[in-house]
T-cell receptor
């Protein structure tokens, strides 16, 4: 089955530690995205990548870093510089091109930092 | 400026009735797409329906239809014959082809509760 996997589903970390969230897709999509969602709110774009070895900052990139070494994988690192890292993190992917394609989302990772 | 506005933080509907969730958008790009997603309490985002800016007809997908009024920049989601399983948060989103690097912009969402 094609889809997006995110692991783990729940993640707990101590303040001051970096943590990496995994995102893998087997949909053969060129574009991948990371969003942050706070309780009762909408999605905010952290980083996105439209092709391997290239990525762009979204609206709230400070305190986060990404890599895109493989088409299938787009891991997100939440660094200790992120002031309020506790949130729900969603990874998405989509096709690219002249048409407009919907985004497919993974199940998300709930990160709690204490 | 807010690109996607969902003015209804919460909505209630009786089971089997229809409900309309509002969405207005703002863009100067002539080529864009509008999406609706459903987010149940589990957190996954489920794609529901898509409307392209050049589409002449309103999109429909089963019990979901999109009331697209281009001149008013409105893209309301209509759910017919509501079911208890429709209780969730609903997000309107937009992707612009020529501006904003094709990124999606999401509204703040509407929480729909279906009453038995």
């Amino acid at each position: 089955d094609g889809g997006i996997t995110q692991s783990p589903k729940y993640l707990f970390r101590k303040e001051g530690q970096n943590v990496t969230l995994s995102c893998e897709q087997n949909l053969n999509h060129d574009a991948m995205y990371w969003y942050r969602q706070d309780p009762g709110q909408g999605l905010r774009l952290i980083y996105y990548s439209q092709i391997v070895n290239d990525f762009q900052k979204g609206d709230i990139a400070e305190g986060y870093s990404v890599s895109r070494e493989k088409k299938e994988s787009f891991p997100l690192t939440v660094t200790s510089a992120q002031k309020n890292p506790t949130a729900f993190y969603l990874c998405a992917s989509s096709s690219t091109g002249t048409s407009i394609y919907e985004q497919y989302f993974g199940p998300g990772t709930r990160l709690t930092v204490t | 400026a807010q690109k996607i506005t969902q003015t209804q933080p919460g909505m209630f509907v009786q089971e089997k009735e229809a409900v309309t969730l509002d969405c207005t958008y703002d863009t100067s790009d002539p080529s864009y797409g509008l999406f609706w997603y459903k987010q149940p309490s589990s957190g996954e985002m489920i794609f529901l329906i898509y409307q392209g800016s050049y589409d002449q007809q309103n999109a429909t997908e089963g019990r979901y239809s999109l009331n697209f009024q281009k001149a008013r920049k409105s893209a309301n989601l209509v759910i017919s014959a509501s079911q208890l399983g429709d209780s969730a948060m609903y997000f309107c989103a937009m992707r612009e082809v020529n501006t904003n690097a094709g990124k999606s912009t999401f509204g703040d969402g509407t929480t729909l509760t279906v009453k038995p």
